[in-house]
């Protein structure tokens, strides 16, 4: 069967790319899987931002990703509840929390790191081409994942 939001074209874009990034959370989340891992992909870009701050508000957050304010406080509240992030309040600015790793975040982090590198390794080859527009890029990577999904992709180099 003809993929309907592949024949909208351009009008179907938007679609194309929620289903891409939802199958490719949900395939980045059976790699976590496979190692035992107990790490949500969608709180990825926050917990990337800790780590690189080390120190950081949630102001400094919604400036680095562009993310709605309670979109970041959900996913703190995530990471707290899974004990990889915590909190002090500002010396100088009491209403300020200042986010950090826990120890358990740290390890957490450096587990993942040689599984980033395939990760981002597979999603580059994936988003590599020639293609003139961005829909027929969209139909390439959907054909690939269609043949052979992300996580064996990424399971497959790690090992």
Do not use: N
């Amino acid at each position: 069967m003809q993929d309907k939001l592949e024949e909208y074209g351009e009008l179907g874009l938007g679609s194309r790319l929620k289903r891409l990034s939802e199958q490719m959370m949900k395939e980045i989340q059976l790699v976590y899987d496979a190692f035992d891992i107990d790490f949500d992909p969608y709180l990825f870009p926050i917990f990337r931002v800790i780590i690189d701050k080390e120190l950081t508000t949630t102001t400094d957050i919604q400036e680095a990703l562009q993310y709605t304010q309670p979109a970041i406080t959900q996913a703190l509240k995530k990471l707290m509840d899974k004990q990889y992030v915590t909190y002090k309040v500002d010396k100088t600015d009491k209403r300020k929390k200042l986010f950090k790793l826990t120890k358990k975040g740290k390890d957490t982090h450096l587990q993942m790191i040689p599984l980033w590198k395939v990760i981002d390794q597979q999603v580059k080859w994936l988003t590599e081409g020639s293609a003139t527009s961005l829909t027929r890029h969209l139909t390439y990577m959907e054909d690939q994942l269609k043949q052979k999904s992300l996580s064996h992709r990424i399971l497959e180099k790690f090992k």
